[in-house]
């Protein structure tokens, strides 16, 4: 038994580390089939031994049993919405805003990423273990899809790293799950060819994939993640206060240099997110991925641009469930698919 214990961790290693390569970072090292061939020996050698299956084990990908129905999660800290801008006036007026409000006319610092159109997340990682995963739901309770998210290739059932050195006891990531448009076709296709449902658009065909109670068909459905800001982070018994002396002995206070460490941790990051050093900077970068959003790999719906200093960020505090430290700022309504 301690034999197949051993040769379980050794594939259990080599299979996260090879799914991190082939699906974040987009750099296999080794073929398809030696993948294959190491995934075959894990899952029979669980089969032979049940009671050595863990749900860090990259076999979870495949799916599990069916659910009857999903229990519902309460978030530590809430999953709030963003206020939306629609043109440059406006934006214009949300800086001056945060300019009054933090009593400042020195430049400010914005991250800045596309608005992907999919479904808010919050993923909890603890001793570095994906242990639940949810839905935004109504920003304070969400419902309990972990086994769904578990089949999502890019998302690491396992942060890489250190506890105590790289990573808390808990933390927690929030981000977009999301169907790329070309698995969004290919659905369809085969939906319509089965007389099955047909998604009207990508964002539906996501939320409908993460809705459903067998993961087995959750892992069929190719969704994506990526990682847009921390949630709560901190050890097992604090209320639910962030220790925020805690955070920012192990994350930075820049929000882009926060998701670029979430990135090292090992879960994927949009990669047109920026750091632009003024306000100034972001109506280019609106315009920016405007051009450049039909050729996308996924759907989105405008451009996220958050105050990047994460102490502005607390000034300025929330107004009901937004922020005032960041806005979506929206692109004009696509003319509608006609299927
Ligand atoms: C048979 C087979 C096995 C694996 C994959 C895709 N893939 C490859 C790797 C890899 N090369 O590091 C890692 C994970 C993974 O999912 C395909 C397309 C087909």
């Known amino acids: 038994l301690e034999q197949s214990r051993l040769r379980i961790e050794e594939l259990k290693q080599l299979l996260n580390k090879y799914n991190h390569q082939y699906y974040v970072l987009d750099e296999p090292t080794v073929p398809d089939v030696e993948y294959d061939r190491l995934m075959q020996a894990l899952i029979s050698i669980e089969e032979a031994n049940p009671e050595l299956k863990t749900i860090d084990s990259p076999s979870q990908k495949v799916g599990g049993q069916a659910l009857k129905a999903f229990s519902q999660v309460r978030h530590q800290l809430p999953m709030l919405s963003l206020d939306n801008v629609f043109d440059l006036a406006d934006f214009q007026a949300f800086v001056k805003r945060i300019k009054d409000r933090l009593a400042t006319n020195d430049k400010i610092r914005f991250c800045a990423e596309p608005k992907l159109d999919g479904l808010a997340v919050s993923l909890r990682y603890e001793d570095g273990v994906l242990v639940q995963a949810a839905t935004r739901g109504d920003g304070s309770v969400g419902e309990n899809i972990t086994e769904n998210i578990r089949t999502i290739k890019s998302i690491p059932l396992k942060l890489i790293g250190e506890l105590g050195k790289d990573f808390p006891h808990v933390v927690e990531v929030r981000g977009e799950v999301f169907m790329p448009k070309a698995s969004f076709d290919s659905l369809n296709e085969q939906a319509k060819k089965r007389g ?121 505090g929330f107004v009901a469930r937004a922020p005032r430290w960041a806005t979506a700022y929206k692109f004009p309504a696509q003319e509608e698919l006609t299927l």
């Open 196 to 316: 099955e449902k047909v998604f009207a658009n990508p964002r539906n065909a996501a939320a409908g994939s993460l809705r459903q109670l067998d993961s087995k068909i959750t892992a069929k459905r190719n969704l994506a993640f990526y990682a847009y800001s921390l949630g709560f982070v901190g050890e097992y018994n604090s209320d639910t206060e962030q220790a925020s002396d805690l955070i920012q002995s192990f994350f930075s206070n820049s929000h882009y240099q926060r998701l670029c460490q979430i990135k090292a941790l090992g879960l994927p990051m949009c990669p047109e997110v920026r750091l632009l050093e003024s306000e100034h900077d972001c109506e280019a970068f609106y315009q920016d991925i405007l051009q450049k959003r039909d050729s996308l790999s996924y759907e989105i719906d405008g451009t996220v641009l958050k105050v990047d200093d994460i102490a502005q960020q607390a000034i300025l």
